[in-house]
């Protein structure tokens, strides 16, 4: 009986312990959800201008 009782009291000690880690990992799992269903918190980039310098540059470095 008081082999259980020191179980009990051991896993009394931890549970609060483990509720906080399981808190702090589901956190953003439930974050997700939330700023999906707003439309307006979507930051987007503004669009790169395309100059074409990649291609000259993979041409020069094919021939050198």
């Known amino acids: 009986m008081n082999r ?3 179980n009990a009291l051991n896993i009394l000690r ?4 483990a509720a906080l880690i399981l808190m ?8 997700v959800p939330m700023m999906r269903s707003d439309a307006g918190s979507t930051i987007e980039a ?5 100059s074409g310098l990649g291609f000259v540059l993979l ?6």
């Open 59 to 64: 041409v020069s470095l094919q021939r050198g």
């Open 24 to 31: 702090v990992l589901a956190a953003p799992v439930l974050a």
């Open 4 to 6: 259980i009782a020191a």
């Open 46 to 50: 503004p669009a790169l201008r395309k």
């Open 14 to 17: 931890l549970l609060p312990r």
